[in-house]
């Protein structure tokens, strides 16, 4: 069925809407992390390698440099326009420590764990020269066990990756291509600064498609300065054509507060919350009617396409990538800032700043700096708001089942909250224990239903935002 704004209660969507409130890409989020030690991060290795279940492997390999700012990006990166001989040695060096890491981390886990998945993201991955990728890659394949089917994906910047390039990433095993599209709209692009037109994304997905990857991504966002219902439908239109396998079309994060060039932007020119709404339900409206089906908070799928098989198998899972598949292997995050999470045991986060992560694996040490060891109770939540994030719904004998708790006893307060939500229309109960998220309301507003499951969060944050607890105390 096809969501219309119509069908939504303004006055309810307006109370809501705004709030600030986590999107959950991890839970506990990484404001409530702490500083691990040598001896933690070991523990938590060791407990993930003596685990009932041992998982097999998903790698992240993250590469923070860009060539250029785009205004509205919130993802880890530095800028460093190429040319200089400075950037060069850093990068190299940067390279070395990334081969370094992969045989520090692959010598303390058993070589039967197999690798299933690798992602290389940004920053910019291809801002590497392929010899540079190709040696990463190498050192992985050398120090790991990968599968022959393991999926291979990589982010792109259609303005700076050449089809020499993609030839290089194609032959040395890479299978799925992840653009940055963002908007075809000029006025839009040149607001944002990242200007691509139409005609060069056509030629990077027609090479991809020429080459053989077995799947195309885009990323499109929403909600952003001089976005308008005609742009964005003009940009839908134009993605639709283009027929990439697997769209994420997210919201546009705003957070000027810790993003320094957002405060750049033409805040006069931004859409009202309703017009995002708006956009949110002709997103889903055009690609639905063009064939996709729409995938957890915002991801658009061609209906063979592999996530929505894991939305049907239950591996699919929502984390720093947005949605992906692996949802039952262990990740390895390799690179500054990124981010690993070893299943039933904890996250563990890279250093953060380039330098200081260099210099760390130059000393011989794991650049593990924070992260977080789940609690029982941590990860009972995180199962549930797995659930809640990909498929909108929530049901007590999927978690009963996976733990042994009574749902009902141990969720009582946040079902006392749910009835709220029910009869502010952004959840139905369907039957005894399923609650479903409602579309477009609930689904627009699901960090709204999860703050209801966040345990870090004061009891009232769901509708005061995360803020509450100081409000309630008052
Ligand atoms: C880590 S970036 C890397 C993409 C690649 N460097 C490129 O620009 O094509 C991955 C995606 O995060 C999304 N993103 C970045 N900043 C965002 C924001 N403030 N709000 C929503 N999505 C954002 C963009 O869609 C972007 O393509
Ligand atoms: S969107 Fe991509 S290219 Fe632009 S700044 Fe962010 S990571 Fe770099």
Redesign the pocket.
């Known amino acids: 069925m096809i969501a219309r704004t119509a069908d939504v209660d303004l006055d309810v969507f307006r109370r809501y809407a705004g709030l600030s409130l986590p999107r959950h890409v991890s839970y506990p989020m990484p404001s409530w992390w702490h500083a691990l030690e040598v001896t933690d991060v070991d523990s938590m290795i060791a407990a993930s390698s003596d685990a009932a279940t041992v998982h097999d492997l998903s790698l992240y390999i993250h590469v923070p440099f ?1 060539e250029a700012l ?1 205004k ?6 530095t800028v460093q326009p190429k040319g200089s001989t400075e950037h060069a040695e850093l990068t190299e060096k940067y390279v070395d420590a990334m081969v370094r890491e992969i045989e520090m981390i692959a010598a303390r886990l058993s070589r039967s764990r197999v690798v299933r998945q690798v992602h290389w ?5 291809t801002y590497l020269t392929e010899e540079q990728i190709e040696r990463v890659h190498r050192a992985m394949e050398s120090a790991f066990d990968v599968s022959d089917d393991a999926e291979i994906s990589i ?5 700076v990756t050449t089809r020499c390039m993609l030839e290089a990433l194609r032959s040395l095993g890479f299978n799925r291509i ?5 908007d075809f709209d000029e006025q839009v692009q040149r607001h944002v600064r ?1 200007t691509q037109s139409y005609d060069m994304v056509l030629a990077t997905v027609t090479d991809c498609r020429e080459l053989g990857f077995d799947a195309v991504n885009f ?3 929403y ?2 300065p001089y976005q308008t219902m005609d742009t964005i439908r003009q940009t839908i239109e134009a993605t639709i054509k283009l027929s990439p396998d697997r769209i ?1 079309y ?6 000027p507060e810790k ?1 320094a060039t ?1 405060r750049g932007m033409d805040y006069t020119q931004l859409p009202t919350s309703e017009a995002k709404l708006e956009m949110f339900t002709l997103g889903q409206e055009l690609f639905t009617q063009a064939g996709y089906d729409f995938i957890g908070l915002d991801h658009f799928a061609k209906p063979e396409e592999s996530l929505g098989v894991a939305a049907a198998d239950g591996s699919l899972q929502r984390n720093f990538q ?1 949605m992906t598949t692996g949802g039952g292997l262990d990740m390895l995050g390799i690179g500054a800032s990124s981010i690993g999470q070893l299943l039933g045991v904890g996250f563990l986060q890279n250093i953060k700043q380039t330098d200081e992560y260099i210099a760390c694996i130059e000393r011989g040490d794991l650049p593990i700096e924070r992260g977080k060891r789940f609690t029982p109770d941590d990860v009972i939540r995180q199962r549930l708001l797995n659930q809640l994030y990909c498929h909108a719904e929530i049901r007590a004998e999927w978690i009963e089942r996976a733990f042994e708790i009574r749902f009902a006893d141990y969720f009582a307060r946040e079902i006392e909250i749910l009835e709220t939500l029910e009869r502010d229309g952004l959840v139905v109960r369907v039957d005894a224990g399923v609650y479903r998220v409602t579309n477009p309301l609930g689904r627009v507003l699901m960090r709204t239903v999860a703050a209801v499951f966040d345990a870090y969060l004061a009891p009232e944050a769901y509708r005061l935002g995360e803020d509450a607890k100081f409000s309630a105390n008052a």
């Open positions: 860009c785009c509205f990006c919130a993802c880890h990166r993201g940004g920053g910019t991955p982010e792109i910047d259609p303005r992840s653009m940055g599209v963002q990242r990323d499109l966002i909600g952003m994420a997210y919201h546009y994060a705003q957070i993003i957002q947005g």
